[in-house]
């Protein structure tokens, strides 16, 4: 059992380790960008030598690729919680943006260096945030938009290109900081605008 227990530790203080790694680099891609990102930096804020950061990830497209991968899949986990607790499908939409929101001002610095890297001119980077954003596309698609459109609570609309765009607005308007990192708007006028664009027999959504 002793060999067992070992494992368990040592995987425990990578694990750790690891997580240090990757919240020192959040900082980093937050506040200089990909290009500008030193890893020096980010091994100094983690409390780590570079070759451990080196250990754990080769390079720092690595360390950028596993911060995507992880963000991504942290903001889907979030909002994917709090809108499946929602029955009606229209309440999901709100529930969307309000959950969208709180994880911008719950992780303002992981947001931002997604925001970064959405609006940043490395097509991979892009790919893979989109990647991992799917279950999220597939949310609003799937959960939200087609049942609303087949109960009769949505007009008629392509449910997968509905969901692209309320994914668009979302990113938008989420990413949209004061100077003391708070954001713009609230959840609640996207979520009007949004409701009120696509209930049946309103205005349509352009």
Do not use: C
């Not at 990757?22 to 091994?43: P, Q």
């Not at 499908?89 to 529930?95: F, L, S, V």
Request: glycine share 6%.
């Amino acid at each position: 059992m002793a060999p067992r227990y070992k494992k368990t530790v040592r995987d425990e203080v990578m694990q750790e380790t690891r997580q240090l790694v990757i919240e020192a680099a959040a900082e980093e891609f937050a506040h200089n960008g990909y290009d500008k990102a030193n890893v020096n930096r980010i091994a100094e804020a983690a409390g780590f030598a570079i070759g451990t950061v080196y250990n754990y990830f080769p390079s720092k497209r690595v360390l950028m690729l596993a911060f995507v991968d992880d963000i991504a899949q942290l903001h889907v986990d979030y909002v994917l919680a709090q809108v499946k607790s929602e029955q009606d499908p229209g309440q999901r939409i709100e529930a969307f943006f309000k959950a969208g929101f709180a994880f911008v001002e719950t992780y303002t610095t992981q947001a931002k260096a997604i925001f970064n890297t959405l609006n940043g001119p490395d097509e991979e980077f892009r790919a893979r945030l989109f990647q991992g954003y799917q279950p999220l596309f597939q949310l609003l698609s799937d959960d939200v938009i087609a049942p609303s459109i087949a109960q009769g609570d949505f007009r008629q609309v392509d449910p997968v290109a509905t969901a692209g765009l309320l994914m668009l607005i979302y990113l938008g308007t989420g990413s949209q900081f004061s100077p003391e990192g708070e954001l713009w708007m609230d959840y609640t006028q996207v979520a009007d605008f949004v409701l009120h664009s696509l209930k049946s027999g309103k205005e349509n959504l352009r």
